[in-house]
């Protein structure tokens, strides 16, 4: 039996969410620019919606290397705006070139691990089998997939916990059961993308403060 997620990415869809991430838009239009831009790539594959993630190449060293993560990067003085470093971004690292009329919008400024804000762009890809993918070897280990109806099963959802001075304080998501992990940022972005696609289906278990607490947070408990 087929899964009631090939809605989600239908034009009734698209015009919902743009609506409610415009308004969002005019919301937090007072917002300070954020420093870097992620694309959070909808496509569908098979005809089933679904998510591209990238793991971040090995090459790159440092605290991401190895992540799941979408396509993205800190923002070049040339950019216009966050869509044009998302944009920029993506053709940067998977060749592929993708025009303004692919955005539906983006979702709220959320702080990386450095507490520097990273603003989420969503776009539709379309079908991925009509694109041709050449990944960067520096910066993209590899692409994958996974189902949005994969996404939105309760047994593919995670939680960890996360204490300061012993006690509970805030909780970050994570999911599980694909090809690889997705957690920290990513994960975050992964449960408001699904939040403004299915609100209906999927509500959110975790509390993510508004700033990042100092330091690298303690080994919390998940589930």
Same mark, same amino acid.
């Given at each position: 039996?087929?899964?009631?997620? /090939?809605?989600?990415?239908?034009? /009734? =869809?698209? %015009? ?22 992620? $694309? *959070? !790539?909808?496509? @569908?594959?098979?005809?089933? !919606? ?6 971040? =190449?090995?090459?790159? +060293?440092? #605290?991401?290397?190895?992540? *799941?993560?979408? &396509?993205?990067?800190?923002?070049? #003085?040339?950019? +216009? ?6 944009? %920029? ?10 025009? &303004? !009329? =692919?955005?539906? +919008?983006?979702? %709220? ?16 890809? /379309? ?7 050449? !990944?960067? &070897? ?19 959802? +995670? ?9 509970? =304080? ?5 999911? $599980?059961?694909?090809?690889?992990? *997705? ?24 509390? *993510?403060?508004?700033?990042? &607490? @100092? /330091?690298?947070? #303690? ?5």
């Amino acid at each position: 039996m087929a899964e009631p997620c /090939g809605g989600l990415l239908s034009s /009734g =869809s698209e %015009r919902r969410c743009r609506a409610r991430l415009a308004a969002a838009g005019r919301r937090g239009a007072a917002a300070a620019a954020a420093a870097a831009a992620v $694309l *959070v !790539p909808l496509c @569908s594959v098979r005809g089933r !919606p679904a998510l591209l993630f990238t793991l971040r =190449s090995r090459r790159l +060293g440092g #605290p991401h290397s190895g992540d *799941v993560s979408f &396509p993205g990067g800190r923002r070049d #003085p040339a950019d +216009g705006d966050a869509v044009a470093t998302a944009l %920029r971004e993506t053709r940067e690292e998977l060749g592929l070139e993708l025009g &303004p !009329p =692919s955005v539906w +919008g983006q979702l %709220r400024l959320l702080p990386d691990r450095q507490g520097q804000m990273v603003a989420p762009v969503v776009a539709n890809l /379309g079908a991925l089998e009509d694109l041709t993918l050449t !990944p960067n &070897p520096d910066e993209v280990e590899e692409v994958f997939t996974l189902p949005l109806a994969h996404l939105l099963r309760e047994e593919n959802q +995670g939680y960890t916990h996360f204490r300061t001075a012993g006690r509970y =304080s805030y909780t970050l998501p994570v999911f $599980l059961n694909g090809p690889h992990k *997705v957690w920290g940022l990513t994960a975050i972005i992964t449960e408001l993308t699904l939040e403004l696609l299915a609100p209906d289906r999927y509500r959110r278990k975790t509390h *993510v403060l508004a700033r990042r &607490p @100092s /330091g690298r947070p #303690p080994e919390g408990s998940s589930a």
